[in-house]
């Protein structure tokens, strides 16, 4: 089955579901992101779990876009996150896709009084412009890497989004982020060394003109 569909819109709650969360059969009430066809939820010992089209069998049910929505809701859902060098932090009033000046950021929510920002990467990764954006204006934004568990469960998608640090990156979180991420590379490093010492014969070479 190359294209397993394990996230599907839940109509009762209006939210996503994992097929892990789903009751099963037609008593899931989901239908699919892409086609908004209805699904039934395939739960047998033999098959993998999944969500299955109960009449368009050709659509491939959009699972990129589904697992982006999937993993907003779960910052939405809860109030704690691990992130790299700042460790476990605890947000509050989490909204997803409110506007923010000229930009819409994933998710937002408040730390310590300040606004924070959370983007889910999926297919595409967070635009220069927007990084940016978060950077120039001293924005608390960090993005979550979801790139390769699409076909993963639950559990597993929920600790990545949450508790999981390798697949995270902070864009802006205190100025010393910046200094991190702005260190000069070899390459710069070696043609500033190279320009001192041309600095330093031509110092040489006026002094001993001069005597």
Not at 98 to 114: M, N
Not at 131 to 157: A, H, P
Request: charged fraction near 25%; aromatic fraction near 10%.
């Amino acid at each position: 089955m190359p294209n397993i569909v394990k996230i599907a819109f839940h109509l009762p709650t209006q939210k996503f579901i994992h097929i892990d969360n789903a009751s099963n059969g037609l008593s899931c009430e989901c239908i699919c992101l892409k086609c908004n066809e209805r699904l039934e939820a395939i739960q047998g010992k033999i098959k993998t779990k999944h969500f299955r089209h109960y009449t368009n069998l050709n659509c491939e049910g959009s699972q990129e876009s589904a697992l982006h929505e999937l993993g907003k809701q779960i910052l939405v859902d809860n109030y704690q996150i691990t992130i790299p060098k700042y460790g476990i932090i605890n947000y509050s009033n989490p909204v997803a896709e409110k506007r923010l000046e000229t930009k819409r950021p994933d998710v937002s929510a408040i730390f310590e009084g300040q606004q924070i920002f959370f983007e889910i990467f999926v297919s595409h990764a967070v635009d220069s412009s927007k990084k940016e954006f978060f950077i120039e204006k001293k924005y608390k934004s960090v993005e979550i890497d979801l790139s390769n568990c699409k076909t993963t469960s639950f559990k597993e998608i929920k600790r990545l989004v949450l508790e999981e640090l390798y697949n995270k990156k902070v864009f802006y979180w205190t100025d010393d982020t910046i200094i991190e991420t702005e260190k000069p590379n070899d390459n710069n490093q070696i043609l500033q060394l190279i320009l001192g010492i041309f600095a330093f014969i031509g110092l040489v070479r006026l002094f001993s003109k001069r005597r």
